[in-house]
């Protein structure tokens, strides 16, 4: 009687491997598991990404009838382990062919016949991420053009120009001035400058103690609404009963408005804010730009020297202060936007000169906030220097903190601090303006 075959069905004789001492042997029956893929796969781990299971080493053959164990060659060792599973999509089977490498974003150079070396590759360079025939947008920043198809300029040190087309003369030439006059007493000058923040109070309350330490009598007119040389004398413009705008809408006697400092030989005509509303109140006045004018000249023969403290504008206040005045110091700050109104200004003087008062010249130039740190202050001298030639002072007044703190005490700076580089400067400016000074006859 046969023997019950208790296999289950399906079940076959796993014939991929034979005896190497007997070919024509029978083959070898696996009865660790129960199907063929049991030889080849272990059951506990996942299935490949095709869906086949994960293959693992033989298992040991089971003897098989009529054979005793002993007989059976060890089992086969592996060779060529299976490869690691790959979770990525697209991962080839095992067994299967794999994909050709992507191609290279850039060609591979050739190989150099001169140095032995590769050859210099000089196709376009790709992005890594761009796809083969894809050429990166960016060139070299040597060849990078504006978008008007200029190159663009190297970068260095900035190009400072004046604005010459203001300042020329109606011909369009540019001539050099000449060194200033000899400086005649009694004398009315304007600081004046329609940028702000270049140094004009500062300017005029210093160079007026200046002169009035020399010996000078110096008047400085503050024509400006904020009354900053005012306060920079110590003066409170709050304690006053006149000021500058008394005399030119109200008509007071100047001399009723001026209050003396602490410094001999030094006096102001005070200014407070009402001065802001002076122009328009003075827009329906006959020969309103001449009222400054007339106001001082009732008192010119008590001084040598006027100084008018200008408003950082080219308005009313400022045509008057220019029109009443003999000369004009013009301040100029070491930095590039005090270069751009300059022509502008200048063109401003010879209207009024045409107009108004044609005695009136640009005495001087200064050059204030002199930082020697920068390259910047040294240009935008240079630039001034170039244009303008002996009018521009020799004296360049520093930026230092000194200069800043000493208007917060209301004394100028020879009296706030007589040995600061500031005090120094504009001593020196004194000798400067009052160079060849001389009384005038009668």
Same mark, same amino acid.
């Given at each position: 009687? @046969? ?13 991929? +491997?034979?005896?190497?001492? !007997? ?10 598991? @129960? ?39 060890? #089992? ?23 994909? #050709? ?30 796809? #083969? ?12 053009? *504006? ?30 001035? @000449? @060194? ?43 024509? /400006? ?13 709050? !304690? ?5 705008? *008394? ?7 100047? !001399?009723?408005?001026?209050? #003396? ?37 009732? &008192? ?18 400022? &045509? ?50 002199? /930082?020697? +740190?920068?390259?910047?202050? !040294? ?22 903190? +000194? ?11 020879? &009296? ?11 001593? /020196? ?14």
């Amino acid at each position: 009687m @046969a023997e019950h075959d208790e296999r289950p069905r399906g079940w076959r004789p796993f014939r991929g +491997r034979q005896r190497s001492d !007997d070919p024509g042997g029978p083959p070898i029956e696996v009865k660790s598991g @129960a199907y063929e893929s049991d030889a080849i796969a272990d059951p506990t781990q996942g299935p490949n990404d095709d869906g086949a299971p994960q293959p693992s080493a033989p298992a040991t053959p089971a003897p098989p009838a009529g054979r005793p164990a002993a007989d059976l060659p060890p #089992p086969p060792a592996v060779t060529n382990p299976p490869p690691a599973v790959s979770e990525a999509p697209g991962t080839p089977a095992p067994g299967s062919e794999p994909a #050709p490498p992507p191609a290279a974003s850039h060609p591979v150079p050739a190989p150099s016949r001169d140095s032995g070396g590769p050859a210099l590759n000089t196709e376009p360079f790709r992005a890594p991420h761009a796809t #083969p025939g894809a050429v990166a947008d960016r060139e070299p920043e040597a060849a990078e053009v *504006d978008p008007e198809g200029e190159p663009e300029p190297a970068r260095g040190e900035p190009e400072l120009r004046i604005d010459r087309a203001d300042a020329a003369t109606p011909d369009g030439s540019i001539a050099v001035p @000449a @060194a200033a006059p000899p400086l005649i007493m009694p004398r009315t000058i304007a600081i004046a400058n329609q940028k702000g923040g270049v140094g004009k109070t500062t300017t005029a309350v210093n160079l007026g103690a200046a002169l009035a330490e020399a010996g000078f009598r110096v008047l400085v007119v503050d024509l /400006d609404p904020q009354g900053n040389a005012t306060t920079g004398l110590g003066i409170n413009p709050r !304690d006053l009963e006149r000021s500058v705008y *008394d005399a030119l809408v109200g008509e007071q006697p100047l !001399d009723e408005c001026i209050e #003396p400092t602490s410094l001999r030989n030094l006096f102001v005509a005070p200014a407070r804010i009402d001065l802001a509303g002076a122009e328009i109140e003075l827009v329906p006045v006959m020969s309103r730009e001449l009222r400054l004018r007339k106001a001082i000249d009732a &008192v010119r023969p008590d001084y040598d020297l006027i100084l008018i403290d200008c408003p950082p504008s080219l308005g009313l206040l400022t &045509v008057n202060g220019l029109a009443a005045a003999d000369d004009v110091i013009v301040p100029i700050q070491c930095e590039y936007y005090a270069l751009e109104g300059l022509g502008q200004l200048l063109r401003n003087v010879g209207l009024v000169r045409a107009n108004l008062n044609p005695q009136l010249d640009v005495r001087g130039i200064v050059l204030t906030m002199h /930082d020697a +740190r920068t390259k910047l202050a !040294d240009q935008v001298a240079r630039e001034v220097r170039a244009h303008f030639g002996p009018r521009v002072y020799q004296t360049v007044v520093p930026r230092t903190v +000194r200069l800043s703190e000493a208007p917060s005490f209301g004394q100028p700076i020879i &009296v706030f601090d007589s040995g600061s580089r500031g005090a120094t400067a504009y001593r /020196d400016l004194a000798k400067e303006v009052s160079h060849g000074a001389t009384r005038r006859a009668g």
